[in-house]
């Protein structure tokens, strides 16, 4: 979708003289490098200054310009909010906002990266009109409107995934500000917006199965790790009794003989069954508290990630050849799609060590993270420092045998 916002901003460059783009950090080698070429007066790129790029837009409107803000997603609206709403939106300015890898597009590079909340802001501004158009083709549409308007400021959310094209045989055209028919039926109404309408393209996109897998997701990157926790002992722990609500063993239990540590461990190389099954009984809502976010933002940067492939090349050409679903998906697809997950994965070990701490709060454990939260709040310097070396050398190991799993799960980068 970023190419084809980029060639069709540049078709309109070519039509209309008055159409600029101010780019943020965007290099002009990749999908702009056409435009950079051939109008290089009118490509302006002001660095990290994300509010500076607004600022321009903003003097060239007023000036009768037709100027495009150009950045990653979480940079075009978040960082210079006060100048959107101000510069842009106050005055009515014919600006177009793109935010480029809307959503977790952007996943590899951690939360800083994830523009989940855009719309909800640009939504909130009087004035600011907002454009998701769902597929390339959508993409062309709404660029060729932004650079003709003259009605106010727009934010057009955009993907980089290498989105396929599904509405190039919709039943209706593409008009700003309606609701588009794609398909003629009587059974079922199918309400979407954006690029997680891509999400359909995955490889069973229909079944009962996926789709509870998908509102699970979506449902567990939005749950506070504590938040859920305290649910967890209401429910499972308060009210149903099904687990304990707190500690490592039971009152009645006694501690297995000290090992490794690891009550779980020490039970098993000790022979104590009794004490090994109350450890694990108390591990369960701990554990379910730290893994449910994580599998949840897992589970959406794997569908995404396999969404992806799905739609290259060589796998059209593999089932035009008659290669079997099974054999194309975990000999193929699979491999090509690991690399994102590999990362997150990674990139999630920290943060289930900054979780830890709040979890074993919630459920009385003494453990590291129960240590660390005793030394915030005594102001125990030499102990926090402590720690966070532990974290910061545990993250930096993690992370050193991700980079060292790439070159095993992808031949192109042991070849490199």
């Not at 490098?33 to 790129?45: A, D, G, L, T």
């Not at 158009?133 to 062309?140: G, M, Q």
Request: glycine share 8%; hydrophobic share 50%.
């Amino acid at each position: 979708m970023r190419n084809t916002f980029s060639e069709a901003l540049y078709q309109a460059a070519s039509a209309n003289p008055d159409v600029y783009i101010v780019v943020a950090d965007i290099s002009p080698v990749g999908s702009m490098e056409k435009f950079s070429k051939q109008y290089p007066e009118r490509f302006i790129n002001v660095g990290v200054a994300e509010q500076s790029m607004i600022g321009i837009c903003a003097g060239l409107a007023l000036k009768g310009c037709q100027p495009f803000a150009y950045t990653i997603a979480t940079f075009a609206l978040y960082r210079p909010f006060e100048m959107v709403r101000d510069d842009l939106c106050y005055q009515n300015l014919p600006v177009t906002v793109v935010g480029m890898g809307a959503g977790i597009i952007y996943s590899t590079l951690g939360g800083t990266h994830h523009t989940q909340e855009d719309i909800a802001i640009a939504g909130a501004i009087p004035n600011m009109q907002i454009i998701a158009p769902c597929d390339p083709a959508e993409c062309t549409q709404a660029t060729r409107y932004c650079a003709a308007q003259k009605k106010g400021p727009i934010y057009l959310r955009i993907g980089k995934a290498g989105e396929p094209n599904y509405t190039d045989k919709a039943v209706d055209p593409w008009v700003f500000g309606k609701l588009r028919r794609l398909r003629r039926g009587s059974d079922v109404a199918i309400l979407t917006y954006g690029v997680i309408a891509g999400m359909a393209q995955a490889w069973w996109p229909r079944k009962a199965g996926t789709r509870l897998l998908r509102g699970t997701s979506i449902l567990g990157t939005a749950l506070p790790v504590f938040w859920f926790a305290i649910i967890l002992q209401l429910v499972f722990a308060a009210r149903l009794n099904w687990f304990p609500i707190e500690g490592r063993l039971g009152a009645d239990t006694l501690p297995p003989p000290h090992l490794t540590g690891f009550y779980t461990v020490d039970a098993l190389l000790s022979g104590q069954w009794s004490a090994f099954g109350d450890a694990v009984i108390h591990l369960v809502l701990p554990v379910l508290s730290l893994v449910a976010w994580m599998f949840a933002l897992t589970s959406r940067v794997a569908e995404r990630s396999f969404a992806t492939e799905l739609t290259r090349p060589y796998v059209q050409t593999a089932v035009a050849r008659g290669v079997s679903s099974s054999r194309l998906l975990w000999r193929h697809v699979l491999r090509n799609a690991l690399n994102p997950i590999i990362t997150m994965l990674g990139l999630q070990f920290g943060w289930l060590l900054a979780g830890t701490i709040l979890v074993e709060v919630v459920f009385s454990w003494g453990g590291l993270g129960s240590v660390m939260y005793t030394a915030l709040q005594n102001f125990d310097y030499p102990m926090i420092e402590a720690i966070t070396l532990v974290i910061t050398v545990a993250f930096v190991v993690v992370n050193l045998v991700v980079d060292l799993l790439y070159p095993v799960v992808d031949p192109r980068i042991r070849r490199q």
